[in-house]
Each structure stands twice: as C-alpha cells, then as structure tokens.
C-alpha cells in the first residue's frame, strides 16, 4: 500500500472514530454532519465503505442473507454505487429493500428514499430473476445506504470484505446448524478478527439444536487494485468462503461428493443436462447438411467446429450450468457459454468423435485445489477432442476464436476432465495464447 492510501485510512479512522464506538449500522440513522464534512474529495478513490453488514441464517434448508451497506460517495465516478442488480433463482426472492440518500443540503442532511414504484423485477434467463434499484438524489459528497433480504437454496456463501474502493469496517456472520457441514477458505483473512460462539446450546451438546455462529469483522480494508496478468483476482483479496460439503441426519454425516472423481459420477447420473448429452437426437439433420462423413478426420472436427462457434450469438456468461434446454439454445441459436460448448460437444458426439465436456476456473475467477473439493469454482466449460492419440481443445463461443486455441482468460494452469471416475487434470498452459497484450 503506498503512503497516499495509508493516510487516507488514517484519515478513515481518526474521523470517524465515534462511528465504531456506538451500535453499528442502524439503518436510517445519521444524525451527525461529520459525514459529509470529515471526509473531502479525494481524486486517488471515487467513494469509501463506511459500512457493511451481512448475516447468514437457515430455515428449511433455505439460505437467508440479511444485507446492509453504506457507502460515502466521493466524485461523479461513484454514481453507480446506487445502481443495483440483485440476482436470485426461481424458487428464491428478494424483499426488504429498503434505500436511502442523505444529502447535506444548507446546513441541513436530508433523506431522499427509495419507493417501492422505484423497484423493478426482470426475468433474465430460465428461473433467473433480477431485483433493480436506483436510489434518488445521488451526487457528489452523497452517503448512500440500502439493505434487502435474500432467500435462495444455495450450498456457497461468501464474502469479499475487500472491494475496489476502501472499507472502513465490514462484519459478516454465518449462523450453521448442527446438521450442516462446511468447508471453508479463509484468504488473506489475518486482516480479520474472527469470532465463533454457540446458540441454543454449547460446544459440548454435540448436534441436540445447536447452532455455531461464525463471525469475521474487517477494519481499515484498502482498496483492490488489479494488475496486468494478474491471476485469480478474487484469491487476492481479503475473503471468507464457504460451501457446503455434507449434512448430519440421525447424528451420522451424510456427505455431498468429497472427490472430483465423485463429483463427476454424480454430475453424470444426476445432473439433467450432463447425464443427458448422449440422449439428444435434434443435432442429426443439421450434421448431415455438413456433408460430415463418418470418418473421424480432424477436417470433420474443423467442420463442425466452424459450424457451431458461427450459428450462436453467444452472450458472453460464464458458467457451466447452461441458462435453458440446450435444444432450446440450439434453436434460438444464442446463449452462454455453456449452451454453446455443450451443443458442440453433442454434434462432435453424433459425429462419433470422442470428447467430453472440460471444467475450469478463468483467470479473473478463482483459483482450483485439486485437494479439496470447491465445485463453484469452476465456472468455464470447454470442449476436449481426443483424436489419434492428441488433444484438442475447443472453444466455439467466439466466432473469432480459433480450433484449438484457448482465449487468454481461460488458460488458469489445468482443467478437470468430465467423464466417469474422472479425476484427469488437463494442462490448459500447453495451449498457444490466442490474444495478446502489449504494455507500455
């Protein structure tokens, strides 16, 4: 951190101190102008966390998030502060959003908040939904704050207490039942103080209603600044990480797959799109049209290479759970990323190539263990052809990209190969880079 950044947290935390002295974060309560007269612009931020708060709680297996922010607005570059997209599934919503700009106007704060006409519900993709808000009123030197309640089935949670802008405090909690299992990743946490207790209980009730409550608070967070070539961004950051491996039921621990070749066993038999990829016949007309023989020749594997990265209009998302039906995908002839390598990999199939779908992490994403089990994590599917005793690795999501040349954000050292009993790492370094970047 260079000596600009360091003051500037001091200058944080000198004043600001009676913040941290009295309750954290009550929501619609500023009552002292210090916070639109102790911290002036500064031109090497755009806006500062003052504070953020998230609680993790269960029931019925359903994740809860209770979240509240408040966040300092320095210069214009920070307006989109108060621009917010909330993503959660069908089965999940989002309510409680409440927002609300403080203005220091004559002398005076003023309360400028959000109305429920100003909150809008958007389908984005299949069981995909998108609460949007922007909050009123927003300026230069404006404290914004909001807060909503989220609730999703989901085995992850995580929280990134260090951001693109600095965080003066951050306090995140988890409460887990007795009867889940977690794995965690702590990164860069010896910046956090982190506490556990035990409600309805103590740690000698063993799982008779006892719940552990873990909490991470952080302080005086500097920004997070990006670098060329850097690696697995989100690895670098100060971050806590937890996905759930497991579930206690009469006492004894029922575990989720704890082994990548698990994990492929199950995705294959119970996943509805990866146990399906063989079963799919709609590809055969239009396989046919391509005048593809059935000779396995590697101007086959070009062919309908050529075919499929230009018949989509890909949008870009990464993951490796497609949005629809891959027919459905096929026919609109556009998708994400994992729409469009999947119906490759199934027309390569029906030609009777050998492939099979590749798992990895981008670049920008974070980084895989292959010593533990973090699933989420991979959020890129590409295509391997095995053909004469080489590999081929194919990404058809670009109609500018190239047959066996993987863009630059997906050659993150190795890729978990997706068959039966699997646990085969494929070196994605070997690959040629397709782009490049000139510094100067």
């Not at 990134?160 to 995140?172: A, G, L, R, T």
């Not at 990829?277 to 709609?282: I, S």
């Not at 690795?393 to 039966?420: Q, R, T």
Request: proline share 4%; aromatic share 14%.
């Amino acid at each position: 951190m260079n000596q600009k950044n360091i003051l500037f947290i001091i200058l944080i935390t000198v004043g600001f101190k009676t913040f941290s002295q009295t309750d954290f974060m009550k929501f619609g309560k500023i009552d002292s102008a210090e916070y639109f007269t102790k911290y002036p612009a500064d031109t090497s931020v755009s806006a500062i966390v003052l504070g953020e708060w998230t609680s993790i709680t269960y029931n019925n297996f359903k994740q809860n998030t209770d979240y509240h922010i408040r966040i300092k607005v320095l210069n214009e570059s920070a307006l989109h502060y108060g621009d917010l997209k909330i993503l959660y599934p069908f089965l999940g919503d989002v309510t409680r959003i409440k927002g609300i700009t403080y203005n220091y106007e004559n002398g005076n704060i003023v309360k400028y908040e959000l109305t429920p006409e100003n909150i809008y519900t958007t389908k984005v993709v299949e069981n995909r939904y998108i609460k949007s808000f922007a909050l009123p009123k927003i300026k230069k030197g404006s404290v914004i704050e909001y807060e909503y309640y989220k609730e999703e089935d989901s085995i992850v949670t995580y929280c990134n207490f260090q951001k693109e802008i600095p965080v003066f405090k951050s306090v995140y909690t988890i409460e887990i039942p007795s009867f889940f299992n977690y794995s965690l990743v702590c990164e860069h946490c010896e910046k956090t103080k982190n506490l556990v207790e035990y409600k309805n209980g103590d740690k000698a009730s063993g799982f008779i209603n006892s719940i552990k409550k873990l909490t991470w608070i952080a302080t005086d967070i500097p920004p997070f600044y990006s670098e060329p070539f850097l690696k697995n961004k989100l690895d670098n950051r100060v971050r806590v990480e937890l996905e759930l491996n497991g579930k206690y039921v009469n006492r004894q621990l029922v575990p989720f797959p704890r082994t990548y070749p698990e994990y492929c066993n199950s995705l294959l038999k119970y996943n509805f799109i990866y146990s399906n990829l063989d079963k799919q016949k709609y590809l055969n007309d239009d396989l046919k049209a391509l005048y593809v023989n059935e000779d396995t020749t590697l101007n086959n594997v070009k062919t309908i290479y050529d075919y499929m990265k230009n018949r989509f209009m890909c949008d870009g998302k990464c993951t490796i759970q497609p949005d629809v039906k891959l027919k459905e995908s096929y026919d609109l002839k556009k998708g994400s990323i994992a729409d469009v390598n999947l119906n490759l990999l199934m027309m390569l199939r029906e030609a009777h190539f050998e492939c099979y779908p590749v798992f990895l992490s981008t670049r920008d994403n974070k980084k895989i263990y292959k010593d533990k089990l973090l699933t989420h994590r991979f959020n890129y599917v590409i295509v391997c052809v095995f053909l004469d005793g080489k590999q081929y690795f194919l990404d058809a999501s670009n109609p500018l990209y190239i047959f066996d040349k993987l863009p630059l954000k997906c050659l993150n050292e190795s890729g978990l190969l997706v068959k039966k009993d699997s646990n085969n790492w494929l070196d994605l370094l070997r690959n040629e880079i397709l782009e490049t970047t000139v510094v100067r």
